[in-house]
C-alpha cells in the first residue's frame, strides 16, 4: 500500500491495548468489533479526579496519560498514576493515583511536579505530559511540551521526581513547522530504522495541525524525525487533528487522535509506519463531553479496557474515564 494512499475500511479483529498502552488479551468479541479497526465502544464511568484540587491554576486539565506502576516502583503511593496538566499559563505537570483504573484519582500533594520554572530557561507554561517505562534504565521517561515549539524529556526512577530536563523537539528541526507538542511516545521498533521507540506528536504547517512521528535508540536522545506528515486532516474532512496515540493491535499499527469536529478517529499507519489508512470515527462525544472528545490514553484492568481522554473545550477541559462495553 502507497504511504499516501486513502483506503478506507474495518480491519481485522484480534487483541487490544493493555495498561502501558501496548497489547493485552482477553477482551470480549462484541467489546472488539464495535467499531473501525475492532476498536470497542467506550462508555463515560465517571471524571477522573477527585475534587476539589489543590492545584487548579486555570480550571481546566488536559492530556491525561495512564501508567501502571504496581510492577515498577517498590513502595509506589496507588497502582496507577494518572499524569496530566493545565495547557494555559503557567501549566504544570500533574500526577494523581488510584487503585484501581475505574478511579476517582487522588491528587498528588506536591502538584505539579514539573513548573515553568525549569533548569534551563523559564517558559510561559508546561503542558501535555506522557510517561514511558524505560526498562533499560528502570526510569519513567515523561515527555512535555513547553513553550509550544519545543518538546522535552525528563526522568525519574518513581514516577514523581523527575530531574534532568532536556529539549529533544523543537521547530527548527522539521523545517516548515511553528508547532511541534502533544508528544506521546512508545516502544516500538521500526524496521531498518535502528531504533526501540517511536513518538507521534502534533505538528502545525501553514496553519493546520497534523500528525508527525520520530524514533530514537533509546527514547532519550539521539533523535530523528520525519519531515512529513504521518497522518492528515483532509482525508477525514478535517482541517485540525492533534492528540495522537500510537495503538498496537491486529498484527499492526494505529494512530488514534482528535479532529477539530470534537470526534476521535483511527488510521493505520502500519508496523513501519509508511502507510495512511483512515478508518473513520471509533468514538464519538457523549452528552457529558459537551461536543468535545480528546486525546485518548489507553488502558487495561482486570481484563476490562479503559480510556482516559480530555472532554469538553479545550479551555475548559476536565479529564473522564470511559470503559469498554
Not at 263 to 269: D, L, N, S
Not at 278 to 299: E, I, K, T, W
Request: include cysteine.
Amino acid at each position: 500500500m502507497e504511504r499516501r494512499s486513502l483506503l478506507r475500511g474495518i480491519a481485522g479483529i484480534a487483541g487490544t491495548a493493555g495498561a502501558g498502552g501496548l497489547a493485552g488479551v482477553g477482551v470480549p468479541a462484541a467489546a472488539q468489533a464495535a467499531g473501525p479497526a475492532g476498536m470497542p465502544t467506550y462508555t463515560y464511568l465517571r471524571d477522573a479526579l477527585k475534587t476539589p484540587l489543590r492545584y487548579n491554576p486555570t480550571g481546566e486539565f488536559i492530556f491525561p496519560c495512564i501508567r501502571g506502576v504496581y510492577d515498577k516502583v517498590s513502595g509506589a503511593r496507588s497502582r496507577y498514576y494518572l499524569y496530566y496538566a493545565p495547557h494555559e499559563k503557567p501549566g504544570g505537570i500533574c500526577v494523581a493515583g488510584a487503585d484501581s483504573l475505574n478511579g476517582p484519582f487522588s491528587e498528588y500533594a506536591n502538584n505539579p511536579i514539573i513548573d515553568n520554572v525549569l533548569p534551563s530557561t523559564t517558559v510561559s507554561h508546561v503542558s501535555s505530559p506522557h510517561v514511558t517505562w524505560d526498562a533499560a534504565t528502570k526510569q519513567f521517561f515523561l515527555y512535555f511540551h513547553g513553550e509550544n515549539t519545543t518538546t522535552r524529556v525528563a526522568r525519574s526512577s518513581d514516577g514523581l521526581a523527575f530531574t534532568d530536563e532536556t529539549p529533544i523537539l523543537s521547530t527548527r528541526l522539521v523545517p516548515g513547522l511553528t508547532e511541534t507538542s502533544y508528544a506521546r511516545v512508545f516502544e516500538h521498533v521500526i524496521p531498518g530504522r535502528g531504533n526501540k521507540y517511536a513518538m507521534v506528536y502534533m505538528g502545525v504547517l501553514a496553519g493546520r495541525r497534523r500528525i508527525y512521528h520520530g524514533w530514537s535508540p533509546n527514547g532519550w536522545d539521539q533523535w530523528q524525525f520525519a519531515q512529513t506528515p504521518l497522518v492528515n486532516p483532509e482525508p477525514d474532512g478535517l482541517t485540525d487533528i492533534s492528540g495522537a496515540s500510537l495503538v498496537f493491535r491486529n498484527s499492526t499499527v494505529y494512530v488514534a487522535y482528535h479532529g477539530n469536529d470534537g470526534k476521535m478517529r483511527i488510521t493505520e499507519v502500519g508496523p513501519g509506519l509508511d502507510r495512511e489508512t483512515h478508518l473513520g470515527v471509533f468514538h464519538s462525544p457523549m452528552a457529558s463531553d459537551n461536543g468535545r472528545a480528546a486525546a485518548p490514553s489507553f488502558g487495561t484492568d482486570g481484563g476490562v479496557q479503559y480510556m482516559f481522554y480530555e472532554a469538553g473545550p479545550r479551555l475548559s477541559a476536565r479529564i473522564c474515564i470511559a470503559r469498554a462495553n
